[in-house]
């Protein structure tokens, strides 16, 4: 396995057990390796749209489905919270994980909660008097990465 797709995991790997971001140094340490080769392993993942990174260079934005900074969209599995970049990620979470889940949101339009269980064969409103909801996106996923943050 090349050394950016070790990065890569260790990057999973700790927002997996910890519910957050890695740092530079945390990744270093988790792979025995030095700063200046996780940092420019970094770059490349943002380059290669696998990791979105803050302007700094380091500082993780989102490993998708995962957010690195605190967003509307929650996702509870077993004993953890996470956070997702979108409603799209929110759903890729337990997927990503083969768990199930609880997503709390809000609907963007209406400002209402939105909360749903996720499971195998997706998600679903948590009781009978939800109204069914959809998923809009604004921009095609063609143009997500023009500016992935705002997307």
Not at 7 to 23: D, G, L, N, S
Not at 85 to 104: M, Y
Not at 108 to 135: A, F, M
Request: with cysteine.
């Amino acid at each position: 396995m090349d050394f950016d797709t070790q990065v890569k995991r260790a990057v999973y790997q700790a927002i997996v057990e910890t519910t957050r971001a890695p740092t530079v140094a945390e990744v270093a340490g988790r792979m025995d390796a030095t700063l200046s080769a996780v940092r420019e392993a970094f770059g490349r993942l943002y380059a290669a749209h696998a990791l979105v990174l803050e302007p700094d260079g380091e500082t993780i934005r989102m490993a998708l489905p995962f957010s690195g900074v605190p967003t509307q969209h929650r996702v509870h599995v077993d004993d953890r919270n996470y956070f997702a970049n979108c409603a799209w990620d929110a759903l890729g979470i337990p997927a990503a994980l083969h768990k199930r889940a609880i997503v709390e949101s809000r609907c963007e339009w209406s400002h209402e909660p939105i909360r749903l269980e996720v499971g195998p064969n997706g998600p679903k409103p948590l009781d009978d008097t939800t109204q069914p909801c959809v998923i809009h996106f604004a921009v095609p996923a063609v143009h997500w990465w023009k500016d992935i943050v705002y997307t």
